[in-house]
């Protein structure tokens, strides 16, 4: 079975600071990994997602994540840091033998300026 | 394309109750999904659906029915509402139905059962 873990509940950044957001899955093969955001009072939107290839995903709103199999993660990424990225945001893992993706319990950044 | 609707945005019901959550998709997409979303949580499957007329069981689907009549609509029934049910519940859908499709939320339904 697929899971994955998000181990911070909530980060705390400055504006124009660099941010990481931690994600490990666990699935024996390659799994479909994917990041969403979800705005305050909003749904969820898809910021960018890992197949095969590249491992180094670019996303929209500037983010990226880099998949790294030896130690079962994709990370989120972003350089600087603006107040509009205040959000949750959610990992999800998918696999070709599920229909659906299983979504971590999220994390909340928090901007200060 | 308006995407994934749901209505109603909020709704205060009272235990034992029901109620039909409304959700829609103009996108043609043959996976649809409700989810609800509680602290600390994150995003739980109540149940989904491969097509009209095929509807399955997710991670959290007692008190909760669906029904999918057409491609473009999925409601979520609570046939009677408890304390519990209170959470935020999500609509998706996505263009296929494997494990790396990309997922379409709605907006969102607030429901506070007391």
């Known amino acids: 079975a697929q899971s994955v873990t998000q181990p911070d509940i909530h980060i705390t950044v400055s504006e124009g600071a660099s941010l990481e957001l931690r994600c490990n899955y666990s699935y024996g093969a390659t799994p479909y990994l994917f990041w969403y955001v979800q705005s305050p009072g909003q749904g969820l939107q898809l910021l960018l997602k890992y197949f095969s290839g590249d491992t180094l995903v670019q996303g929209i709103k500037g983010f990226e994540a880099e998949f790294k199999r030896s130690q079962s993660s994709f990370n989120l990424r972003k350089p600087s840091v603006h107040w509009s990225d205040a959000a949750e945001y959610f990992c999800?893992?998918?696999?070709?033998?599920?229909?659906?993706?299983?979504f971590g319990r999220g994390t909340s950044l928090i901007v200060h300026p | 394309n308006a995407g994934v609707t749901q209505t109603p945005k909020f709704q205060v019901l009272k235990t034992g109750q029901s109620m039909t959550l409304q959700c829609a998709q103009d996108?043609?997409?043959?996976?649809m999904s409700w989810y609800r979303q509680d602290p600390g949580m994150g995003l739980r499957l109540i149940h989904y659906s491969v097509g009209a007329g095929i509807t399955d069981q997710g991670e959290v689907p007692n008190g909760y029915n669906v029904s999918r009549s057409t491609t473009e609509d999925f409601p979520l029934r609570l046939l009677s509402a408890a304390p519990s049910q209170t959470s935020v519940y999500f609509c998706?859908?996505?263009?296929?139905?494997?494990?790396?499709?990309?997922?379409?939320f709605g907006p969102g339904t607030r429901l506070l059962v007391l």
């Open positions: 996108m043609n997409h043959e996976y």
């Open positions: 999800a893992v998918g696999s070709g033998g599920s229909y659906i993706p299983t």
């Open positions: 998706a859908s996505s263009t296929g139905l494997g494990g790396g499709e990309t997922q379409y």
